[in-house]
């Protein structure tokens, strides 16, 4: 959950905290695309990052503006709550 979340986060600026998720597919997808962009390295590695991608998010936050790496293709990101109902104990019988 953390991941979707963060995801949602990084491209609409809003307080996305456990409100998305990501599947096991979507997470190995991404995965992948980060492995062969030379910034993770194989599972079961020592480190997962690879020295590229230290770099390249150093320079991100010298920027202040870590979410220049991430933006919405097509539709947006919503976040709403539900309302609260108001349970009555009382027992209707």
């Known amino acids: ?3 979707g979340s ?8 809003k307080d996305t905290t456990k409100s998305f998720k990501i599947s096991k597919n979507i997470l190995e997808k991404l995965t992948s695309y980060f492995i062969e962009a030379g ?4 599972p ?5 990052f690879t020295e590229l991608a230290k770099r390249f998010a150093r320079r ?3 920027t202040k503006n870590p979410s220049t ?3 919405i293709i097509s ?3 919503k976040v709403t709550t539900a309302p609260q109902r108001n ?3 009382e027992i209707p019988f």
């Open 1 to 3: 959950m953390k991941v």
């Open 6 to 13: 963060a995801l949602a986060a990084e491209v609409s600026n």
């Open 39 to 42: 910034f993770m390295r194989p």
């Open 44 to 48: 079961g590695a020592e480190q997962p």
């Open 60 to 62: 991100q936050m010298v």
């Open 69 to 71: 790496g991430f933006e």
């Open 75 to 77: 539709g947006d990101v």
């Open 87 to 89: 349970i009555d104990d």
